[in-house]
């Protein structure tokens, strides 16, 4: 989608200068778990926003499980309030992000590790069955 103007400035709130807004919104690498934390609430509690594809790079600054222990928080606080959009995740990095995306699949979020294709299919998968059962529009 194109991101509206006031999500766009929300987005941008959080976002280094050299990073980019917009969609999709990519908040580097080096940035610490409050920026991660902030914009996965902000892109949660946007009725405008119908999915999450989190890219994650591990980065020193945010390790992997730091990642995946977040990311699992956030989504859970907003599911337990009715916020059912999807959320995938994939992790790219060394080891430490198998196990981070193995804790982010016990926690209800699709993630794998090394791989965009999976994370995506899945939810292309989840709408795909949303559509043929009738509750999407075309």
Known sequence: MDVPEDLDAAFRRFIPPFGAAG???????GEPPATYE?????????????ALVLGYWHTLV???????ELTARVVGEFRAHGVEEPVVASLAGDTEVEEAAGCLFER??????YTTEKPVAALGAKYRWARAAGLLGT
């Open 23 to 29: 969609n999709p919104v990519d908040i580097t690498g």
């Open 38 to 50: 902030a914009t996965i609430r902000l892109g949660m509690a946007d009725p405008r926003i119908h």
């Open 62 to 68: 945010t390790p992997p499980m730091v990642f995946a």
């Open 108 to 113: 209800g979020v699709v993630a794998y590790p």
